[in-house]
């Protein structure tokens, strides 16, 4: 089960970070991603963290957001500043090993207005 937390509403310009948390012993061997999707688009990219901590970014998220991960804590986070009004979205983590082991959160609802 993945908990994601840390979504809310931000100022354009704004940060938030947030979190997804797992019981989940294997962490550590999950490629976890976030993703987002915007009412009436399609579920998208946004960051994805590897076992061994490579990351990769969609264009739009370059520069401007950190993902990141604590297997310690079992939390993968994604930071993201520079909000803009287009980043309100419901955000998802996703953790992945295989078709067969993929696992999603609830979403957590980031909403970017002035």
């Known amino acids: 089960q993945l908990v994601e937390s840390g979504g809310g509403l931000a100022q354009p310009g704004g940060s938030l970070r947030l979190s997804c948390t797992t019981s989940d012993s294997l962490f550590k061997w999950y490629f976890m991603n976030w993703y987002r999707q915007i009412p009436g688009n399609e579920r998208e990219l946004v960051a994805k963290?590897?076992?061994?901590?490579?990351?990769n970014y969609a264009a739009f998220a370059r520069n401007r957001f950190t993902i990141s991960r604590d297997n310690t804590k079992n939390t993968v986070y994604l930071e993201m500043n520079n909000l803009q009004l287009e980043d309100t979205a419901t955000y998802y983590c996703?953790?992945?090993?295989?078709?067969?082991?993929?696992?999603w959160g609830q979403g957590t609802r980031v909403t970017v207005s002035s």
């Open positions: 963290i590897t076992p061994g901590r490579d990351t």
């Open positions: 996703n953790a992945y090993r295989s078709a067969e082991d993929d696992h």
